[in-house]
């Protein structure tokens, strides 16, 4: 069975600093891969995906992530980060095949200070 | 504008007295699922649905029912809500390439 294991709850950093927020899975299989961002009382909006193809995926706000099949890690990175990036991050998985089922990791709250 | 509805978005009841969280969504989806999250857990699923009259057990099923007698509509039923049940809702709907869509969410309290 797949699973998502995000390694950080928490991540301070400073405005303008550089990010990484890690996530790595486990799976028998190929997988597609998610990140969502949750901002303050809010619901999940999707990031950006990999499903195919490139293993640099760029996304919404400035965010990309590259898949590394042979560590079976999705990490997400953002050169320069801003105020409003303060969120809660949460990557996950499903399964080539069986696309329905979405497993999720714990979560990493990014904070992002002045 | 595509988007998925949640109602209540805020909701405290009391042990035993049965609730239901109603979702819709306007994208034609075939796929509709509920979650829950929780501090430390993240989104566990709860039931999901991949068509009318097709729904299935996710990982926290137990205390929760659903129905889909209409593609749109994915209600969470809470037949005896329990202070366990204490948590953040969440429904989705989902593309078959499994980018789901998410609603505002429904914060529950059972006292």
């Known amino acids: 069975a797949q699973s998502v294991t995000q390694l950080d709850s928490q991540v301070p950093v400073f405005e303008e600093a550089p990010v990484e927020l890690r996530c790595n899975y486990s799976?028998?299989?190929?997988?597609?891969l998610f990140w969502y961002v949750q901002y303050p009382n809010q619901g999940l909006q999707l990031l950006l995906k990999y499903l195919s193809g490139s293993t640099l995926v760029k996304g919404i706000n400035g965010f990309e992530a590259e898949f590394n099949k042979s560590q079976t890690s999705f990490h997400l990175r953002k050169p320069s980060v801003h105020i409003s990036d303060t969120a809660e991050y949460f990557c996950?998985?499903?399964?080539?095949?069986?696309?329905?089922?979405?497993?999720f990791g714990t979560g990493t709250r990014l904070q992002v200070f002045p | 504008e595509a988007q998925v509805t949640q109602n209540p978005r805020y909701l405290i009841t009391v042990t035993g007295k049965k609730l239901t969280v109603t979702c819709s969504q306007n994208m034609n989806h075939e796929y509709m699922s509920w979650y829950r999250q929780d501090p430390g857990l993240g989104l566990r699923q709860i039931y999901y649905?991949?068509?009318?009259?097709?729904?299935d057990k996710g990982d926290v099923p137990e205390g929760y029912k659903v129905s889909r007698k209409e593609k749109r509509n994915f209600p969470l039923i809470l037949e005896s809500p329990s202070p366990n049940q204490t948590s953040l809702y969440f429904c989705?709907?989902?593309?078959?390439?499994?980018?789901?869509?998410f609603g505002p969410g429904t914060r529950l309290t059972v006292l």
């Open positions: 799976s028998s299989v190929s997988v597609y």
């Open positions: 649905s991949m068509n009318v009259e097709v729904t």
């Open positions: 996950a998985v499903s399964e080539i095949g069986d696309t329905d089922k979405l497993i």
């Open positions: 989705a709907s989902a593309s078959r390439l499994g980018e789901q869509f």
